[in-house]
């Protein structure tokens, strides 16, 4: 699908951390990595520490932690919001939605539209897609952008594949309609025919959780998993990135009639450092128009890696004049998809530390 | 050739590279090695692997090495 809106607007971007960061060196012994090994891994993959959530601590936790947050700052108004839009792929339960929790939360107006998406890596564009479809029918309403995950919790952390690389966090993000402002051109693509290259096999109804589908199992490797754990063909996602993404961009910047040189930012999901430099290369733009310290510092916290990307690199930036940035995600489904606009002049983008 | 099994041993030390016509399926490189590899042939070559080259079977032997390096502007 592609296409355009008009008239739309982010107007505020908060990312919910929680306080526990561990650091790689300190998980070491869970894997089977030698020491030679792991410093080599530290610098290839950006491997140094990443946040994990309590074992306690749900998507709709952070997203109250962040809220209560804008409100004791008085930057959000809830008698604004038109919609809650919430995308995760570790929901608190089956139901209630995590956007019902957050209505009944803070005793929302019966007037809110609620909607959970389910969708991992690309849930931030997917997302903004949801809320700017929706503003279409609310021209004087906000939307109410969650995305949040705890990953962690499904991620074996004997599987030195993908733990080390998760994190958890959620973004608070305002949506909003607003007049003359520069077109934003989209674009999203899937193909079911790869959906196992990220999957959870077990604890939905094909393969419900049981005492057999904890059991951690070998994979070969010298990687534990269970499974109820999120299992990666790393080699498979990472020539769907390199292939994919790269033919997207192309597309949407023909779409939008500019050239590379006309984006200030790639903003791109960040998986690990060695994918994101190959990226930019076959993309074709300077590393240093594509952030990519965020996997780093935090870990990769699946839909939430481009706003809280956005909050902690470009802060000062976004409150100032709009710049054009091209934003690009891929990840499970296999969906994969981009969207080009002007970012800046926000009301409010920072991050927050939670004691989720 | 030699360089490049020194470059392997490094990463795989009690691996009989030699012994081995396909590192993947013989079990001495997994994909987190072959990351690797293709970071240190980088550093040691001077040169930028393309991403589409990174599969499994341009790392199965010496001799597809090497043919990934030529193809990338590496001078053997």
Redesign the interface.
């Known amino acids: 699908m592609r296409t355009v809106f008009q008239n739309k607007k982010i107007s505020g971007i908060l990312a919910v951390l929680p306080e526990n960061e561990v650091r790689f060196e300190e998980e070491i012994t869970n894997y089977s990595f030698s020491e030679k090994?792991t410093i080599?891994?530290k610098k290839?993959?950006g491997y140094e520490k990443h946040r994990l959530a309590k074992m306690e601590t749900t998507p709709s936790d952070l997203c109250i932690f962040g809220i209560d947050y804008l409100l004791s700052k008085e930057l959000l108004d809830l008698n604004d919001i038109g919609a809650i839009i919430t995308v995760s792929i570790t929901p608190d339960f089956w139901i209630p939605h995590i956007s019902n929790i957050i209505h009944g939360h803070y005793n929302m107006s019966q007037d809110v539209l609620c909607v959970d998406l389910a969708q991992g890596c690309s849930g931030f564009i997917l997302g903004l897609m949801e809320a700017f479809m929706i503003l279409e029918h609310m021209p004087e309403k906000k939307i109410l952008l969650l995305n949040a995950d705890v990953l962690s919790h499904r991620v074996s952390y004997r599987d030195?594949?993908s733990f080390p690389l998760v994190g958890d966090a959620a973004t608070v993000t305002i949506v909003e309609n607003k007049s003359n402002e520069s077109d934003i051109y989209f674009n999203i693509k899937s193909d079911g025919t790869r959906r196992e290259a990220l999957i959870i096999p077990a604890g939905g109804t094909r393969t419900p959780s049981s005492s057999l589908t904890a059991e951690m199992v070998d994979d070969?490797?010298g990687n534990y998993r269970s499974l109820d754990n999120m299992k990666m063909d790393?080699?498979a996602v990472?020539?769907f990135a390199?292939?994919e993404v790269p033919a997207l961009i192309d597309e949407i910047l023909h779409d939008a009639g500019i050239d590379k040189e006309s984006i200030k930012w790639y903003l791109l999901h960040q998986p690990n450092k060695?994918m994101l430099q190959?990226?930019a290369?076959?993309i074709g733009v300077p590393h240093d128009k594509v952030p990519m310290n965020i996997v780093e510092l935090f870990g990769n916290s699946s839909g939430s890696s481009i706003p809280l990307d956005i909050a902690h690199n470009l802060k000062t930036e976004m409150k100032q004049e709009k710049g054009k940035c091209c934003m690009c995600a891929f990840g499970s489904g296999l969906t994969w998809c981009a969207m080009i606009l002007e970012l800046g002049e926000m009301e409010f983008c920072e991050t927050f530390i939670s004691k989720g | 050739m030699e360089k490049i099994f020194e470059i392997l041993r490094n990463i795989r030390e009690e691996a009989d590279f030699k012994a081995s016509n396909n590192f993947i399926k013989d079990g001495l490189l997994d994909s987190f090695d072959i990351i690797t590899l293709v970071s240190m042939l980088e550093d040691e070559y001077s040169i930028l692997i393309d991403a589409l080259d990174i599969v499994p079977e341009n790392f199965e032997n010496c001799d597809s090495i090497i043919a990934v390096l030529k193809k990338n502007g590496g001078e053997i």
């Open positions: 090994q080599r891994l290839i993959m030195r594949n070969g490797d790393g080699a990472f020539t390199q292939t060695f190959k990226l290369d076959r």
